[in-house]
T-cell receptor, first 110, second 114 residues
Framework: DQQVKQNSPSLSVQEGRISILNCDYTNSMFDYFLWYKKYPAEGPTFLISISSIKDKNEDGRFTVFLNKSAKHLSLHIVPSQPGDSAVYFCAASATVTLNFGKGTSLLVTP | GAVVSQHPSRVICKSGTSVKIECRSLDFQATTMFWYRQFPKQSLMLMATSNEGSKATYEQGVEKDKFLINHASLTLSTLTVTSAHPEDSSFYIC??????????FGSGTQLSVL
């Protein structure tokens, strides 16, 4: 049972534009959400997180928005750069473990 | 920031042999580490939770006799794939929880069983 869903397996964005990656979850007990970036044959690297008490967290070009009523969060990258091309995983936590989505492959074209 | 080191990054072995993968937290202590497996174009699948000084907790469907986990110290957890078979070929990743409730990942191990 997939509790964290990333319904778009891939996304292509032009350099300089905004990339919006979406994530939906089903478990209302999740209280902490994270985004990870992963290059092929490498481990994921932490990008940004948000607690359920907030609805927005910003870190440089990355902003995460949380809509608890809709059980939806999104990652905005602006401006997008070719080096942002990677697979992005959304993760949610209620206890010690994390539940991951299947990832969205972002391609930023020059 | 917190660093998790995973070794080796790539291993090729013959069917029937055992492979050990190490996961170290370099600048923090981790009483709990996690082992994941990722198939191509799939999500990270949690295999087990490694607890320092006690037995690992395995997820449903993961064979504990095949995937041996040892968490002997606060900075080291090992995953041993015993009697590896081609279907065990996968990308294995470890992680440890650091400060701020963040999970930090190792760089992963690509296992290929011939």
């Amino acid at each position: 049972d997939q509790q964290v869903k990333q319904n778009s397996p891939s996304l292509s964005v032009q350099e300089g534009r905004i990339s919006i990656l979406n994530c939906d979850y089903t478990n209302s007990m999740f209280d902490y959400f994270l985004w990870y970036k992963k290059y092929p044959a490498e481990g994921p690297t932490f990008l940004i997180s948000i607690s359920s008490i907030k609805d927005k967290n910003e870190d440089g070009r990355f902003t995460v928005f949380l809509n608890k009523s809709a059980k939806h969060l999104s990652l905005h990258i602006v401006p997008s750069q070719p080096g942002d091309s990677a697979v992005y995983f959304c993760a949610a936590s209620a206890t010690v473990t994390l539940n991951f989505g299947k990832g969205t492959s972002l391609l930023v074209t020059p | 920031g917190a660093v998790v080191s995973q070794h080796p990054s790539r291993v090729i072995c013959k069917s029937g042999t055992s492979v050990k993968i190490e996961c170290r937290s370099l600048d923090f202590q981790a009483t709990t580490m996690f082992w994941y497996r990722q198939f191509p174009k799939q999500s990270l699948m949690l295999m087990a939770t490694s607890n320092e000084g006690s037995k690992a907790t395995y997820e449903q469907g993961v064979e504990k006799d095949k995937f041996l986990i040892n968490h002997a110290s606060l900075t080291l957890s090992t995953l041993t794939v015993t009697s590896a078979h081609p279907e065990d070929s996968s990308f294995y990743i470890c992680s440890a929880r650091g400060g701020g409730n963040k999970l930090f990942f190792g760089s992963g191990t690509q296992l290929s069983v011939l």
